[in-house]
């Protein structure tokens, strides 16, 4: 078996993936047009310092940015293959859209980032961002977004709500600074829940099952009213992150959307700053989002935002047992190679086509229920689900005879 | 055979002596000997090979070479953008203490909490993979690095706010102006080894003599970046106005020769600026101008980004830098007609062709899958390799001792030449011409100087013109 010459990490969409691309991309297009989206794409090269201010990637995810020189970089400065779509969409916010008072924009993109090995290293995206000031109706509003799209494919999905804000507040009041969070916050999802123990010594006032209660995924806004109790009153700033969370939990249980509230969930933990969902189908995550209002500012003006990201490649294998848009498919043979033949052949398949009828020119072998027109100056012979040919003298008397076995 | 990696330069005389108390006694390494390829005494099943120092982890992570001895620092360095373990420390040779060390101006920037003040902090360094990682840890908004090819403690304060710099004793660094504002290493000389030799091969004969020689088991030093939090407080005040000083870079190294035959032929007398120590800022009596010392190859991209208005540099270097960035407005305004040598393409003696073309026939034949290019200048190997169609090839990019890497480190040079003489000793032979370089004077060609840099740019010009009207004495 000699080497491929595919560069490690990138992939071949195959015309079946295509299919499963387009069937995914096409339902995202009209849940998002449906609620009043519209469609950006955002460059594939940007500047780098756009990803390295705090607040933005992680020192984790910037060590796997594709950044380079560019042809006219001799200062130094470098710039990035996407590695998040993001930051892109609240740069191109600020300098096309800033006036605006709410935006509402999506794109369908991938994003670079270097794997070992061959794990993936181009993750196409479809996502929605939400810039302006709508919460909390803002957060509600991409939960059920991204849920329809769910739905709407037949997937089953699982939805998942949590707040950095939550272990925000505790580690402040234990007295921690950002680094420490940070690492400790890194522990915790590690699946070391011990780290929650010294948060819980550090904290006096907390009832004795805070550790416990952390630790656990409730499953509607009684569980929030039991933390609140547990936490006790000490911890500033955590009310309004219990209070929002035990609003948006309300009105999906309002519209019988199922899901569960976990206080250790988010993996980006300085990007979010608010309500943070995750989405997973077969326990598998296939997408997620939450608000990150330090994200996009216009001037020294922050602006609130929020958006998610449903992962393509996540999904695709899903839609594996969906009908395929290959059958249907009639092909047209010219019986010889002579000018004749040809002519009559693609005469043919254009008056099939413009019929809406999908054709292939050529001499595809015949599997049950595929249709093939034997072309010739003489007319045309259909052979149509291995029934005996039937001969036909016109185009528009073979059109007429596809179109009717067909239908 | 076990081949091991060693290095040129200063480090040779104590290294030699650490090998022969090892009873790895290389010959002609620590005499300086001018092969690069040199056997050990005793010892059949032992090579070494002599590259610049910064070329050996590369080598040894690519797995050309088993083994090889090198400053610690340069392995941090390749591992600060190549995460893979493809190379390990093995044992610390007690040699060559250097600290690696962020430095500023004293003028200007003179500690690290008034780094986050800076709207673009600009930073220059040998090591520009070490430099992008204290970046990006100290969580700077905007940065840009300057990769240079040495003298990177010459940059603060007008061309860099910050230098990256391994220095033995960075309090001598203070008596030029600058000041530690960060150690990111304490760096020594290592034997390094590759991964992949170490699972497979029996290095336990080489091994073993460095460990009864050596009873160090230390662990190599891990690299310390700063955080956000290190670089915020103080804040530097930004420079107002324009500087009227006309500001010119005079090269170093081989070209220093012929340029300062050229400016004392022009009457231009800077003091410091000879021997093989020149000053980094010779001074001058003429009126309005600023000198500074720096390596040739970075000439261009200071011109280009106008830290510089003028520079003296080799047409090689400027070359180099637009195959690199082709729309850079740092363009040739002079031919000083003096350093002549052509960039050639160059492979070994005994091949049987003479020509590329007769070249890529035989290496086609052959059924060569991937062609190794090594050079100095890795753009233009590139453009080269591009232009004359060559299949699947890898561009080697090194420092130095490029002479010792045909044929068995690499298939082509793409290398200076000014006699022949030195590729006749290595048993290489040119078979293309890339052009003749020669000294050349450079400026940014979008720049608009005024008044009284405007009249010491003009001045500077003629004088030199005259003198590359005039055959350079040799």
């Not at chain 2, 034997?191 to 290095?203: E, H």
């Not at chain 2, 690299?223 to 407080?233: I, K, N, Q």
């Not at chain 2, 800077?270 to 003429?286: E, I, L, Q, W």
């Given at each position: 078996?000699?080497?491929?010459?595919?560069?490690?990490?990138?992939?071949?969409?195959?015309?079946?993936?295509?299919?499963?691309?387009?069937?995914?991309?096409?339902?995202?297009?009209?849940?998002?047009?449906?609620?009043?989206?519209?469609?950006?794409?955002?460059?594939?090269?940007?500047?780098?310092?756009?990803?390295?201010?705090?607040?933005?990637?992680?020192?984790?995810?910037?060590?796997?940015?594709?950044?380079?020189?560019?042809?006219?970089?001799?200062?130094?400065?470098?710039?990035?293959?996407?590695?998040?779509?993001?930051?892109?969409?609240?740069?191109?916010?600020?300098?096309?859209?800033?006036?605006?008072?709410?935006?509402?924009?999506?794109?369908?993109?991938?994003?670079?980032?270097?794997?070992?090995?061959?794990?993936?290293?181009?993750?196409?995206?479809?996502?929605?961002?939400?810039?302006?000031?709508?919460?909390?109706?803002?957060?509600?509003?991409?939960?059920?977004?991204?849920?329809?799209?769910?739905?709407?494919?037949?997937?089953?999905?699982?939805?998942?709500?949590?707040?950095?804000?939550?272990?925000?507040?505790?580690?402040?009041?234990?007295?921690?600074?950002?680094?420490?969070?940070?690492?400790?916050?890194?522990?915790?999802?590690?699946?070391?829940?011990?780290?929650?123990?010294?948060?819980?010594?550090?904290?006096?006032?907390?009832?004795?099952?805070?550790?416990?209660?952390?630790?656990?995924?409730?499953?509607?806004?009684?569980?929030?009213?039991?933390?609140?109790?547990?936490?006790?009153?000490?911890?500033?700033?955590?009310?309004?992150?219990?209070?929002?969370?035990?609003?948006?939990?309300?009105?999906?249980?309002?519209?019988?959307?199922?899901?569960?509230?976990?206080?250790?969930?988010?993996?980006?933990?300085?990007?979010?700053?608010?309500?943070?969902?995750?989405?997973?189908?077969?326990?598998?995550?296939?997408?997620?989002?939450?608000?990150?209002?330090?994200?996009?500012?216009?001037?020294?003006?922050?602006?609130?935002?929020?958006?998610?990201?449903?992962?393509?490649?996540?999904?695709?294998?899903?839609?594996?047992?969906?009908?395929?848009?290959?059958?249907?498919?009639?092909?047209?043979?010219?019986?010889?190679?002579?000018?004749?033949?040809?002519?009559?052949?693609?005469?043919?398949?254009?008056?099939?086509?413009?019929?809406?009828?999908?054709?292939?020119?050529?001499?595809?072998?015949?599997?049950?229920?595929?249709?093939?027109?034997?072309?010739?100056?003489?007319?045309?012979?259909?052979?149509?689900?291995?029934?005996?040919?039937?001969?036909?003298?016109?185009?528009?008397?073979?059109?007429?005879?596809?179109?009717?076995?067909?239908? | 055979?076990?081949?091991?990696?060693?290095?040129?330069?200063?480090?040779?005389?104590?290294?030699?002596?650490?090998?022969?108390?090892?009873?790895?006694?290389?010959?002609?390494?620590?005499?300086?000997?001018?092969?690069?390829?040199?056997?050990?005494?005793?010892?059949?099943?032992?090579?070494?090979?002599?590259?610049?120092?910064?070329?050996?982890?590369?080598?040894?992570?690519?797995?050309?070479?088993?083994?090889?001895?090198?400053?610690?620092?340069?392995?941090?360095?390749?591992?600060?953008?190549?995460?893979?373990?493809?190379?390990?420390?093995?044992?610390?040779?007690?040699?060559?203490?250097?600290?690696?060390?962020?430095?500023?101006?004293?003028?200007?920037?003179?500690?690290?909490?008034?780094?986050?003040?800076?709207?673009?902090?600009?930073?220059?360094?040998?090591?520009?993979?070490?430099?992008?990682?204290?970046?990006?840890?100290?969580?700077?908004?905007?940065?840009?690095?300057?990769?240079?090819?040495?003298?990177?403690?010459?940059?603060?304060?007008?061309?860099?706010?910050?230098?990256?710099?391994?220095?033995?004793?960075?309090?001598?660094?203070?008596?030029?102006?600058?000041?530690?504002?960060?150690?990111?290493?304490?760096?020594?000389?290592?034997?390094?080894?590759?991964?992949?030799?170490?699972?497979?091969?029996?290095?336990?004969?080489?091994?073993?003599?460095f460990n009864a020689a050596n009873g160090n088991g230390a662990q190599p030093a891990e690299v310390s970046f700063p955080t956000r939090a290190d670089t915020l407080g103080a804040s530097v005040p930004l420079s107002t106005g324009e500087r009227d000083m006309l500001r010119l870079a005079i090269p170093d190294g081989h070209q220093q020769r012929h340029v300062q035959g050229a400016l004392e032929a022009a009457g231009l007398l800077f003091d410091g600026y000879n021997g093989s120590t020149p000053a980094r800022r010779p001074r001058t009596d003429v009126d309005g101008l600023e000198v500074k010392v720096i390596r040739p190859h970075d000439m261009p991209q200071l011109v280009a980004a106008g830290e510089v208005d003028v520079a003296i540099t080799g047409r090689d270097c400027l070359m180099e830098h637009l195959y690199s960035f082709p729309s850079s407005p740092a363009a040739e305004v002079l031919d000083l007609q003096r350093g002549q040598y052509n960039l050639a393409a160059v492979v070994g003696e005994s091949l049987p062709a003479n020509t590329i073309g007769e070249v890529m026939d035989l290496w086609r034949h052959e059924g060569r899958?991937?062609?190794?290019?090594?050079?100095?200048?890795?753009?233009?190997?590139?453009?080269?390799?591009?232009?004359?169609?060559?299949?699947?090839?890898?561009?080697?990019?090194?420092?130095?001792?490029?002479?010792?890497?045909?044929?068995?480190?690499?298939?082509?040079?793409?290398?200076?030449?000014?006699?022949?003489?030195?590729?006749?000793?290595?048993?290489?032979?040119?078979?293309?011409?890339?052009?003749?370089?020669?000294?050349?004077?450079?400026?940014?060609?979008?720049?608009?100087?005024?008044?009284?840099?405007?009249?010491?740019?003009?001045?500077?010009?003629?004088?030199?013109?005259?003198?590359?009207?005039?055959?350079?004495?040799?």
């Amino acid at each position: 078996m000699t080497d491929s010459l595919r560069c490690p990490g990138m992939r071949d969409l195959l015309p079946g993936d295509m299919e499963r691309f387009r069937r995914l991309e096409d339902t995202f297009r009209q849940v998002c047009l449906g609620w009043g989206y519209g469609e950006v794409r955002t460059p594939t090269i940007e500047h780098l310092h756009l990803f390295t201010a705090a607040g933005t990637l992680s020192p984790q995810m910037l060590e796997r940015v594709y950044s380079f020189l560019d042809w006219d970089g001799w200062s130094g400065e470098r710039v990035v293959l996407r590695p998040d779509s993001t930051i892109p969409v609240a740069r191109l916010y600020r300098e096309q859209f800033a006036s605006a008072p709410v935006t509402r924009l999506f794109y369908v993109q991938s994003v670079l980032r270097f794997a070992e090995g061959d794990a993936s290293r181009e993750d196409w995206q479809c996502g929605v961002e939400l810039i302006g000031d709508t919460q909390p109706s803002g957060d509600i509003e991409l939960i059920l977004m991204a849920s329809e799209v769910l739905s709407r494919l037949g997937l089953p999905a699982e939805l998942k709500l949590s707040d950095p804000g939550i272990l925000r507040s505790l580690f402040s009041a234990a007295g921690l600074d950002s680094e420490k969070q940070l690492a400790l916050y890194d522990r915790v999802l590690d699946g070391d829940l011990s780290a929650l123990d010294d948060v819980q010594a550090a904290l006096p006032g907390a009832g004795a099952s805070l550790a416990a209660l952390l630790a656990l995924e409730g499953e509607n806004a009684a569980y929030l009213g039991n933390l609140r109790t547990e936490i006790g009153p000490s911890i500033s700033g955590i009310d309004p992150v219990l209070d929002e969370l035990a609003s948006i939990s309300d009105v999906l249980s309002h519209l019988e959307l199922a899901h569960r509230i976990a206080p250790v969930l988010v993996r980006d933990f300085e990007y979010y700053t608010g309500p943070v969902f995750y989405l997973y189908v077969d326990g598998q995550k296939v997408g997620g989002g939450g608000r990150y209002d330090a994200l996009v500012s216009v001037g020294d003006r922050g602006s609130p935002a929020s958006g998610f990201a449903l992962d393509m490649d996540a999904l695709m294998p899903l839609l594996s047992g969906l009908p395929s848009a290959a059958t249907g498919l009639t092909t047209v043979r010219p019986k010889a190679d002579d000018t004749a033949s040809l002519r009559a052949a693609f005469e043919l398949a254009r008056s099939l086509r413009a019929a809406g009828v999908r054709v292939e020119v050529g001499d595809k072998t015949l599997a049950p229920g595929d249709v093939q027109v034997v072309a010739s100056d003489a007319g045309f012979e259909l052979r149509n689900n291995g029934a005996e040919p039937t001969s036909l003298e016109t185009v528009d008397e073979t059109v007429r005879a596809i179109a009717k076995s067909s239908s | 055979m076990i081949k091991i990696a060693l290095p040129a330069g200063d480090l040779r005389p104590p290294i030699g002596r650490l090998l022969s108390s090892c009873g790895l006694r290389v010959e002609g390494y620590a005499e300086g000997s001018r092969s690069y390829r040199l056997a050990v005494e005793g010892r059949e099943d032992v090579a070494a090979r002599v590259f610049r120092e910064k070329d050996i982890p590369i080598q040894v992570a690519l797995g050309n070479y088993d083994l090889g001895v090198c400053s610690l620092a340069w392995v941090k360095e390749i591992q600060a953008r190549f995460k893979q373990r493809a190379i390990v420390p093995l044992r610390d040779l007690e040699l060559g203490a250097l600290s690696l060390v962020a430095m500023g101006a004293t003028s200007a920037c003179d500690r690290l909490d008034k780094l986050g003040s800076l709207p673009v902090v600009r930073i220059a360094s040998d090591y520009p993979n070490l430099a992008d990682a204290f970046a990006k840890s100290a969580r700077l908004a905007r940065y840009r690095v300057q990769g240079v090819w040495g003298a990177a403690e010459a940059y603060p304060p007008e061309d860099a706010d910050v230098a990256i710099v391994a220095v033995s004793n960075p309090d001598a660094l203070s008596e030029r102006g600058l000041a530690p504002l960060f150690e990111l290493l304490h760096s020594s000389v290592w034997l390094i080894g590759n991964v992949a030799s170490l699972g497979r091969r029996d290095l336990s004969s080489v091994l073993n003599l460095f460990n009864a020689a050596n009873g160090n088991g230390a662990q190599p030093a891990e690299v310390s970046f700063p955080t956000r939090a290190d670089t915020l407080g103080a804040s530097v005040p930004l420079s107002t106005g324009e500087r009227d000083m006309l500001r010119l870079a005079i090269p170093d190294g081989h070209q220093q020769r012929h340029v300062q035959g050229a400016l004392e032929a022009a009457g231009l007398l800077f003091d410091g600026y000879n021997g093989s120590t020149p000053a980094r800022r010779p001074r001058t009596d003429v009126d309005g101008l600023e000198v500074k010392v720096i390596r040739p190859h970075d000439m261009p991209q200071l011109v280009a980004a106008g830290e510089v208005d003028v520079a003296i540099t080799g047409r090689d270097c400027l070359m180099e830098h637009l195959y690199s960035f082709p729309s850079s407005p740092a363009a040739e305004v002079l031919d000083l007609q003096r350093g002549q040598y052509n960039l050639a393409a160059v492979v070994g003696e005994s091949l049987p062709a003479n020509t590329i073309g007769e070249v890529m026939d035989l290496w086609r034949h052959e059924g060569r899958d991937v062609l190794r290019i090594a050079s100095e200048f890795p753009a233009t190997a590139d453009h080269y390799a591009r232009s004359r169609h060559f299949w699947r090839y890898q561009v080697i990019s090194i420092a130095g001792a490029s002479e010792g890497f045909v044929p068995e480190d690499a298939d082509l040079l793409i290398e200076g030449t000014e006699t022949g003489k030195t590729l006749v000793e290595n048993k290489l032979k040119v078979i293309d011409l890339l052009y003749r370089s020669t000294t050349c004077v450079i400026a940014n060609k979008n720049a608009s100087l005024q008044r009284r840099k405007r009249i010491v740019y003009d001045e500077l010009l003629t004088r030199l013109r005259r003198v590359s009207e005039v055959p350079e004495s040799v």
